[in-house]
């Protein structure tokens, strides 16, 4: 129970709605978890792992139709539709309350609802904010625990007259057909219900730290961003802060826990890990702008993740770690395509049976606490973040966007950030490789009308003024005209950052082109790296006929905005065709 006479009155009312057996108010103590986990072990929600291998580790498969964030089933349930705009299905909250709201009677009959406090961000702070999630999912509590801080931090930071997100969730039947996930931003108010999967169900993460902390952010002045938080190390032992917006599944795990190739890594270059998904970034006492990791863990995707493409994450996921529909050996150890050994023959998949490829589902999952990584920064738990020299914006783009390039100043980098496109990954349900628009990788989480954020992200800028962030953009995923990636990637995208941090630095050779500052042939440091002859000139060629096309679809994109795009953006567009043009 809590002192905090809002949280006791809604959870009474919930629970005469829901009609769950019995509440239980969750602590987040070891004790509570160890019941919670043997519980699910007996029904069978949980499988055990190789205890010896891989202690403290679980397996879930979840439903064969739940295994994706559901986009076309989340809604934004702001006042007018125009406050959600043209890039969110927008339900009105009277419809919420007709036709979602009843799937919550007795929704709960025969579980247990669980009351979830849980903190985004550092204890003490002033920062971070508190939800709560009332859920009856005990699958649910067991990865809140690992990805937030939850229970006792929580209503501490809370207080008794303290405010807090309400999160509502239940498994309800499972069914795609009587599944939504309902924000409303304006009473700062989750509604989940027909998934138990991750990011419908772990209510702290996108539903909360991004769909409904953009709206606070904009009223607050702050930023609530789908990025990456991570320091590079130089030689001389100083720590820049980055921060970085992929789509999901783009690789942001990895490049937050990157190791330097070998004659990098000799000299004394490191990244260290302060998140691998989500941003809260507040212009500090010095007027830098800092970033704290909300999040207390790494949900990350699995397939593909080797102790080649990343040590850290495979080092993080050996205890403690729930897997969600991975595939396992038969001596119950996780696996997964593209993991070492995995050509066992016997391999059971994802749904339990002998394995038609896919073994692991393509979006399986490891739930893994943050510190149990060997990158884990210092300042993880630092209240008041870390200070962020540089924004870098990334797509996965086969053609038209550079290895890396640099704005011309902030208002040109939202411009990029808000015209950036990728090709869809299996992060959420529908086709998967093809190319749309998603602006600063926030698509499916910008909790408000996109031109609106376009316009906070704007005055962010004027209110850093010379202080504010470098803004970048990145591409790994450049193929030549065999298909095949030009660059190698992951800790080779080591190189890429030393030029960034050199042009923080106001270092780093550049020719300026229309579409902003590239680096030069020998700008980025190639040592050691054995590229073919003309790779890096293809990596960086600005194919002017490309970028003409690119401008029409941007056009198009913006013109769904109407009065609500920002004159800036417009303003951006036509200096960039004039750019092209001459
Ligand atoms: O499923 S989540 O939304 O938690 C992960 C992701 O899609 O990035
Ligand atoms: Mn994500």
Redesign the pocket.
């Known amino acids: 129970m809590s002192a905090n006479e809002k949280l006791a009155k809604w959870v009474n009312e919930v629970a005469s709605v829901t009609q769950p057996e019995r509440v239980a108010w969750c602590d987040g103590s070891e004790d509570e978890n160890r019941r919670l986990i043997e519980g699910m072990v007996k029904d069978g929600t949980l499988l055990e792992m190789n205890q010896s291998k891989y202690p403290g580790c679980y397996l879930h498969r979840s439903h064969t139709t739940d295994v ?2 559901t986009e076309h089933l989340t809604f934004i349930c702001s006042k007018t539709k125009d406050d959600a705009g043209p890039t969110n299905n927008w339900m009105s909250t009277d419809e919420a309350k007709t036709r979602v709201w009843p799937l919550f009677q007795g929704a709960m009959k025969g579980r247990t609802m669980f009351v979830v406090p849980y903190l985004m961000g550092p204890a003490g702070s002033p920062y971070s904010k508190v939800g709560i999630e009332l859920t009856d999912s005990p699958y649910v509590v067991a990865n809140m625990r690992i990805m937030t801080r939850m229970g006792k931090a929580a209503l501490d930071h809370l207080g008794a007259r303290g405010d807090f997100c309400k999160g509502l969730h239940s498994l309800g039947d499972l069914s795609p057909e009587r599944r939504f996930i309902c924000h409303f931003p304006e009473a700062r108010e989750i509604w989940s219900i027909g998934s138990g ?3 419908n169900a ?1 209510l702290g ?2 539903c909360f730290a991004l769909r409904i902390a953009g709206p606070m952010g904009r009223d607050e002045g702050w930023l609530a961003e789908h990025m990456l938080i991570l320091g590079l190390e130089d030689p001389q032992g100083q720590v820049t802060y980055m921060c970085a917006a992929f789509p ?2 783009c690789g942001k795990t990895n490049l937050a826990m990157l190791i330097p190739p070998e004659g990098f890594k000799s000299k004394g270059w490191k990244v260290w890990t302060v998140g691998d ?1 989500i941003s809260w970034m507040h212009y500090g006492p010095d007027g830098r702008l800092y970033a704290i990791n909300p999040e207390a863990g790494f ?1 990350g995707v699995a397939p593909g993740t080797s102790d080649q493409t990343n040590p850290n994450a495979m080092a993080a996921v050996k205890k403690n770690t729930i897997f969600t529909n991975v595939a396992v050996t038969e001596d119950m150890c996780p696996i997964w395509e593209g993991m070492e050994g995995f050509s066992l023959p016997k391999v059971t998949d994802w749904t339990g049976k002998a394995w038609p490829p896919p073994a692991a589902h393509p979006n399986s999952r490891f739930t893994a606490p943050a510190k149990q990584c060997p990158s884990v920064s210092k300042e993880f738990d630092n209240p008041q973040g870390v200070p962020i020299s540089a924004i870098i914006f990334g797509g996965r783009r086969a053609k038209v966007a550079p290895l890396v390039y640099q704005s011309m100043n902030w208002a040109h980098g939202v411009f990029l950030g808000a015209t950036m496109a990728s090709e869809t990954t299996a ?2 349900t529908g086709q998967v490789g093809v190319v749309r628009r998603d602006p600063m990788a926030m698509l499916p989480f910008c909790g408000y009308n996109m031109g609106d954020y376009w316009g906070h992200w704007l005055k962010m800028g004027e209110r850093g003024g010379d202080k504010a962030p470098k803004i970048f953009h990145v591409n790994w995923f450049r193929r030549d005209v065999n298909n095949k990636f030009l660059w190698p990637g992951f800790g080779e995208n080591l190189r890429v950052l030393k030029w960034i941090l050199d042009r923080v630095q106001g270092k780093g050779s550049a020719v300026e082109t229309p579409i902003g500052s590239v680096p030069t042939g020998d700008g980025i440091d190639t040592a050691g790296l054995k590229l073919g002859a003309g790779v890096m000139d293809q990596l960086l060629a600005i194919d002017r006929q490309a970028w003409k096309e690119e401008t029409r679809g941007i056009q198009e994109f913006f013109g769904k905005f109407g009065e609500r795009l920002p004159a800036a953006m417009r303003e951006q567009l036509e200096q960039l065709k004039k750019r092209l043009a001459k």
Do not use: E, H, N
């Open positions: 994706a964030r999967y991750g990011g772990l993460k996108k999901s599944a998904d949900f992060a959420a």
